[in-house]
């Protein structure tokens, strides 16, 4: 099932990351009155009624300026915009309606994307409504009154939103293809890597067109199997700005994650693993997903015999949140160790959906805790009763326990660290929850 992406577009300093941190439930984005602050699109994940969809925070759109942070900023609201299922479009009842609002509304409409007009700092309803209906003027239907400040016409702007995801965000989606998103920084070879399966295998079975999602989907056939590659390599801009770049990178990675069974991280070999790749690695991992990390351009290294071992030190060093993901040496541009893309993505798959029976797992629960015994805290000590898996994608488990206060996060680590050595779960992350239950 694939979250929705919403797009929040604007020009600058008509409220939007007010609106953003309402709606995240989180002081994320940085609120400040001048022009141009939110240059870092941010995004979080909202449920509203039955809802789950991804919001994304954009810089302002300024139509006609030529100051290269807000004309980079109107690129970063494009790609939200062609990334985006619905738009909120948000204006500013206060500066009332003008030029550049017609100008974005004209962009926006070019998008065929639907559109939520939101007039902001509504604050009171009885004083703004006349100056609200002056929005009618946009032409792109009713504008919804808001005070995203007083937190103010909040749910009718939501139930507006949602009425447009259609039964896909609600239900599970038929395909059963297993998906894979080739995901990291631009001109790391993630084109290259698909372009060398597919010229290797020669049974392309389709080439669909970036769905609502600006990427390319590609299916692949090897060994009877069928399978989905969500390309984020669409990405060719000359604008060099390094944050400009990150941002985008971002943007295209939620979205392709949130449809993949098992992301691929590629990293470039001359390079080495950079902070940013750590931040795209960090979004699959917060979604759950399957993960491989593919050293790509592995051919023009100069290498010794410790080379391997110390590029392997050095990304579980920075990933070190992902000790789970499975790593490859590749090169994409004379086809080493690409084939054995396809057994660590079939291996990653089942693991991720792996079951284990309850049995088995208080087994080793009972064993883990008679090798290491469980903390205590002024003389109470964290007893664990009961261990059972309750999901899979990834597989996720819950623990009874005595007092949740007691079990700490090393603990925890210690009974994943246990359930991966019966039974691997190599490439996919294992998620706990923790449960409280009375002592009779």
Known sequence: MSRPVVAIVGRPNVGKSTLFNVLAGDKISIVQDTPGVTRDRIYADVT???????????????????????????????????TADVIMFITDVRQGLVDSDGKVADMLRRSGKPIVLVVNKVDSFEKYMPDVY???????????????????????????????????????????????AIIGKPNVGKSSIINKLLGEERVIVSDIAGTTRDAIDTSIKRNGTEYVFIDTAGLRRKNKIKEEIERYSIIRTVSAVERCNVAVLVIDASEGITDQDTKIAGIAHERGKGMIIVVNKWDIVEKDDKTMNKFTQEIRQKLSYMPYAQLLFVSAKTGQRLPKLFETIDAVIENHSLRVATGVLNEIMAEAVALNQPPSDKGKRLRLYYITQVAVKPPTFVIFVNDKELMHFSYTRYIENKIREAFGFSGTP???????????
């Open 430 to 440: 294992l998620k706990f929850i923790i449960r409280e239950r009375k002592e009779k």
């Open 134 to 180: 002056e929005f009618y003027n946009l032409g792109l239907g009713d504008p919804q009154p808001i005070s995203a400040a007083s937190m103010l016409g909040i749910g009718d702007m939501l139930d507006q939103v949602v009425q447009y995801f259609g039964e896909n965000a609600t239900t599970e989606d038929s395909d059963e293809r297993p998906r894979i």
């Open 48 to 82: 509203w009624l039955n809802y789950n969809f991804t919001i994304v925070d954009t810089g302002g759109i300024e139509p006609e300026s030529n100051d290269i942070i807000l004309k980079s900023m109107r690129e970063q609201a494009e790609i939200a915009i062609a």
